[in-house]
């Protein structure tokens, strides 16, 4: 079974890669954890510092999980992209590594998020070409 994290600095994430863990133990399966960093329209428009800052945070996050991993003793590639969706990026890894389960929190970081983007869950969930479990 191939499982996919993904990862934000959540709580509900953290929550998520420890299922995710569990699950790629119980079913011997290969785990991936994807990380998402923003896309800015015009990063040419943007100090170069915080566009530095961005992707620093999306490779923090997924340094934290490969330590998590480690910990935990399972294997794990981890991955960290850019995009303007999120929600886009989790669908089409999904697609392109032929991905069994999806595993994301129920919220991200900020409710602001949801409020101006919409609910990266939500649409995993609703276009995502395998199954997704979704940890509160």
């Known amino acids: 079974m191939k499982i996919l994290v993904a990862m934000d600095n959540s709580d509900f994430a953290k929550k998520a890669l420890k299922t995710a863990i569990h699950m790629a ?12 960093s923003p896309y800015v329209l015009d990063f040419d428009e943007l100090p170069p510092s915080i566009v530095q800052r961005l992707k620093a945070d999306a ?6 999980a490969k330590a998590v991993l480690v910990d935990a003793g399972v294997e794990a590639d981890v991955q960290v992209e850019q995009g303007n969706s999120p929600a886009e990026n989790v669908i089409n890894f999904a697609q392109e590594y ?20 919409g609910s990266v869950t939500e649409r995993v969930v609703a276009h995502a070409p395998c199954s997704v479990l979704v940890v509160k």
Do not use: M, P, W, Y
Request: glycine share 8%; charged share 30%.
């Open 25 to 36: 133990k119980l079913e011997s399966g290969t785990l991936t954890v994807l990380t998402v």
């Open 59 to 64: 490779q923090a996050v997924a340094d934290k």
């Open 98 to 117: 032929k991905i069994d389960l999806i595993i994301l929190g129920q919220r991200g970081r900020t409710d602001l998020e949801k409020f101006l983007t």
